[in-house]
């Protein structure tokens, strides 16, 4: 079972910011936070993952709370291309990764 | 760089035919391959997991099986083809440094 909870779906505007919560009150010392979206009809892509500080990226920036049972995708300026299902996955070495039904963003022109 | 291939890219196949899907990765040795399968509207299932040529892991009981012949390729087979087994194929590699999971085009599976 997936250790995260996503809100099923999200409306944002073409060129605003779109924040993507998820929350994983359950994680472990040792686990880490993995985004990656699937776009339709294609396979999944890794967006950016973290442990504990905040990471950025070219394609996004990920927000840990200091409790890290929380964090937030923040696409900076989300583009019609950002339309995409959005996954948040808990993860340590030796595990697989558990895709759960994710968040699916609609960037809205 | 590492690039991962599917194919074939669409099928459809009958109820009862077997099945044969390759999947092959570049740039990298000895990676951990992984089968997804995706039902229509549905989340990602993970069929199989090999962490080396031989070493299948099975992670869901079914009419399906893998085998990994090379390295780099990874194969996914039936005998017999249910309805249930329509949908869409996914292979995966996952990185050495991050260990983030690196998917393939997809096989989209249509059994009638």
């Known amino acids: ?109 | 760089s590492q690039t991962i291939h599917q194919w074939p890219a669409t099928l459809v196949q009958p109820v009862g035919s077997p099945l044969s899907l390759e999947c092959t990765v570049e740039g990298t040795s000895n990676p951990n391959l992984y089968w997804y399968r995706q039902a229509a509207g549905r989340g990602l299932q993970l069929l199989f997991y090999s962490v080396g040529i031989g070493q299948i892991s099975s992670e869901v009981p079914q009419n399906l099986s893998a085998s990994r012949p090379q390295d780099r390729q990874f194969i996914l087979s039936s005998k017999k083809l249910l309805l249930s087994d329509s949908g869409f194929y996914l292979c995966a590699y996952q990185g050495i440094v991050s260990y983030e999971q690196y998917f393939g085009p997809g096989t989209r599976l249509t059994v009638t």
Request: aromatic residues 10%; neutral net charge; glycine residues 6%.
């Open chain 1, 1 to 109: 079972d997936a250790k995260t909870t996503q809100p099923p779906s999200m409306d944002c505007a073409e060129g605003r910011a779109a924040n993507l919560p998820c929350n994983h009150s359950t994680i472990s010392g040792n686990e880490y936070v993995y985004w990656y979206r699937q776009i339709h009809s294609q396979g999944p892509q890794y967006i950016i993952h973290g442990l504990k500080n905040n990471e950025t990226n070219e394609m996004a920036s990920l927000i840990i709370t200091e409790d890290r049972k929380s964090s937030t995708l923040i696409l900076p300026h989300a583009t019609l291309r950002d339309t995409a299902v959005y996954y948040c996955i808990v993860w340590t070495y030796g595990q697989n990764f558990v895709f759960g039904p994710g968040t699916r963003l609609s960037v809205l022109p």
